[in-house]
């Protein structure tokens, strides 16, 4: 009953953070949205049309991407900063700093796969004028691998043994083992390169306290020329060596509700460009009509799961610590538990309500590339076979209360999420199926900034995950899906010691699954290597690790005046910003 005594405590606790988010949700479209977001809906007749206008639900708390609290801040910093190359929506490679791409017939990447050079472009200077070369790409990986800076982005690098400049525009990497995902390291929105003239005294313990984390000098088609309350504002950059970009100004607002910041684009006309609308499917769609822009779905990697605790999120261990690992959950640790659970899920339902035509019903935790999806893994909503796997298991309703119980113990459980209108529904339908198989349900909303937070000291973050189940979206960076699928093993377990910082938030630990990811990320036979993702997609859903439930599409609006837009799932929305532009007026008929 310690653990019933504990919960009792704790969710005292999350209603009063339940309240409180929800006051934030309710009252974000007017009184947390950034004013000029306010002021422009009875001025659009006025607007400035050289001024493109960029909306998010976050605000932007760094300009320094290997600094990120979140999508927002490699959002906004992507504007200013450019990696060597990055993958366009097809998965190919485009050059940005690089002058090619590496190939094993330009010898740019080794027969053994243990090295990858690239070959950079010469003509390329920093906002500030000072020249671009191979010494700020070996600065930037010494910076993120500096364990004193704690870089956000640290982990796609972990492969790498060096970097060198073999000349002021040539860099060779280096790796550890043979390794098949050469392109991660310095490509999409976690491979950016830093200044090292401007940073070089901030590669240590003052990382955070460097003044260019939020006057940020880069090689990009904008440079920031005003940041604060969360609003970002960018200005060409003279130096670009793409030429002038087509808008004299760019304002990047944070704080605004997916709905609010979908109707400022779509009705109201006062922005541009929404960012990741997890809207209703039927609010969205009457948002549409009769619009001024246009809402777009690009499906990637991104799928929203619950997540299962493995650890007793309600123990403490002799060291206080919450959530871990030595004290196991006291009933998930059970598969036939978990596969009930699973079992209970309504996926096409959520789905087809919640998303629309921005989701589709998936049980695969890889998604994309397509390649890497088991055709072994499916999906079923079966309440009946659900309540026979709890019986079996030993759970069951002796008293006739509607709840089942073991040696005394309730089945109960605490499931949370951060505050929005469509997770707080996907809660409500899974918290609905959950209570028809005798389980007791406790809902928590946490604000969204604290639920996605990297701050140790937010303890209602998902990574501290002091809950038994959590719901939230995320997909792997890259069409090379060896980070994401690492996330899984053994040594990435989120915990005290490593200040909530590694990604495996669920606990889940199986030393199976840690063997083929290690074959895995070193095998360099494409055929193989696929074969070894799929064993693993199969075994976490054997072992029900955690629930997929909706293969998301990334969804944004975009205004009708614009022109040259064109999104990726493998990096932020701004990547190729530099050819946003307005559309030429159309002569009066």
Not at 279 to 288: D, I
Request: aromatic fraction near 10%.
């Amino acid at each position: 009953m310690i653990r019933s005594g504990f919960r009792t405590a704790l969710l005292v606790v999350a209603a009063g953070i339940a309240l409180a988010a929800t006051v934030t949700s309710q009252s974000t479209d007017l009184a947390t949205a950034p004013p000029a977001a306010i002021e422009a809906n009875d001025a659009v007749p006025n607007r400035d049309p050289e001024t493109l206008r960029l909306l998010y639900s976050r605000s932007v708390l760094t300009l320094n991407p290997h600094l990120a609290s979140g999508y927002q801040d490699f959002e906004a910093a992507r504007i200013v900063y450019e990696p060597l190359a990055s993958y366009n929506e097809a998965g190919e490679l485009v050059p940005f700093l690089a002058d090619e791409i590496p190939t094993a017939e330009n010898g740019g990447i080794a027969a053994d796969g243990t090295s990858v050079t690239w070959t950079l472009r010469p003509d390329i200077t920093w906002a500030d004028g000072e020249p671009f070369t191979a010494a700020d790409v070996v600065f930037t990986f010494e910076f993120i691998r500096n364990p004193v800076v704690a870089a956000a982005t640290a982990q796609y690098y972990d492969g790498v043994k060096s970097v060198e400049a073999i000349d002021d525009y040539t860099v060779k990497v280096t790796f550890a083992t043979p390794t098949p995902a050469w392109s991660v390291p310095f490509t999409g929105q976690t491979g950016l390169i830093l200044p090292r003239h401007i940073f070089a005294e901030f590669n240590g313990p003052t990382a955070r306290d460097a003044l260019a984390n939020l006057q940020p000098v880069g090689t990009g088609p904008y440079q920031v020329v005003g940041f604060e309350s969360g609003t970002v504002v960018y200005e060409p950059n003279p130096s670009y060596w793409g030429g002038r970009p087509a808008f004299k100004r760019v304002e990047l607002l944070g704080g605004l509700a997916p709905y609010a910041a979908a109707r400022e684009v779509l009705q109201a006309g006062t922005a541009d460009f929404a960012h990741n609308l997890q809207v209703e499917a039927e609010a969205l769609s009457e948002l549409e009509t009769d619009a001024s822009g246009h809402v777009t779905h690009l499906f990637g990697s991104q799928v929203e799961r619950i997540m299962l605790n493995f650890s007793n999120p309600f123990a403490r261990t002799e060291d206080g610590e919450r959530s871990s690992p030595e004290i196991p959950h006291p009933y998930f640790s059970d598969v036939r538990v978990r596969q009930a659970l699973n079992l209970a899920v309504d996926r096409n339902t959520i789905a087809k309500e919640l998303y629309g035509t921005s989701g589709k019903p998936t049980a695969q935790l890889l998604v994309a590339p397509a390649n890497y999806q088991s055709p072994d893994i499916s999906y079923s909503y079966n309440l009946a076979q659900a309540k026979a796997l709890l019986n079996e298991a030993g759970w069951v309703d002796s008293n006739g209360d509607g709840l089942r119980e073991k040696d005394g113990v309730p089945l109960e459980v605490l499931f949370q999420a951060a505050v929005n209108p469509v997770r707080q529904k996907t809660q409500a339908i899974v918290s609905d199926s959950l209570q028809e198989l005798g389980v007791d349900v406790q809902i928590a909303r946490v604000r969204m900034d604290e639920f996605f937070s990297g701050n140790p000291e937010d303890t209602g973050s998902l990574n501290h995950f002091y809950a038994d189940m959590q719901v939230y979206s995320i997909g792997n960076e890259s069409p090379d899906p060896s980070i994401y699928m690492g996330w899984w093993t053994c040594d990435k377990i989120a915990s005290q010691a490593n200040q909530w910082q590694e990604p495996n938030n669920a606990r889940y630990c199986n030393p199976e699954y840690d063997r083929l990811w290690e074959e895995a990320r070193q095998e360099l036979d494409p055929d193989r290597r696929a074969a070894l993702f799929q064993q693993m997609n199969e075994l976490l859903a054997q072992d029900v690790a955690v629930i997929p439930v909706v293969h998301r599409a990334m969804t944004n609006a975009v205004s009708d005046r614009l022109t040259g837009v064109e999104f990726t799932p493998w990096d932020a929305s701004t990547w190729a910003i530099a050819d946003w532009s307005p559309k030429p007026a159309q002569p009066e008929q």
